[in-house]
């Protein structure tokens, strides 16, 4: 499933990301759960249509990641980092529109 979502391209700290974006909700609730391998610049783009605090699991997600949690304007809110099977979630108590998963490397 992972590879039938659509890709879009996106600066973040001066590199270019080949983002998967997750916008239903099943696409959503899977997210990177189970995947073994993302390149260094691939990652994950959760999409919103509404402004609101989130929060993310990580309990079956195998790789370390970095997440930006981003307004409407497109600015980054906060910055977290999980580890693989991370038991504790991350929240954010900004209103966010997007949410951005890259690999920690």
Not at 71 to 92: A, T
Request: proline share 6%.
């Amino acid at each position: 499933m992972l590879h039938e979502l659509p890709v879009i391209r996106l600066s973040l700290n001066n590199k270019v990301y080949k983002l998967r974006v997750a916008s239903d909700v099943s696409s959503k609730r899977s997210g990177l759960s189970g995947i073994q391998h993302l390149g260094e610049d691939e990652g994950f783009l959760f999409a919103y249509n509404d402004d609101k605090p989130r929060t993310f699991q990580f309990r079956d997600t195998c790789l370390p990641l970095q997440v930006y949690f981003m307004g409407s304007n497109g600015k980054v809110l906060q910055r977290s980092f999980s580890s693989p099977y991370q038991q504790e979630s991350i929240s954010c108590p900004y209103p966010c529109r997007w949410v951005i998963e890259i690999l920690d490397v």
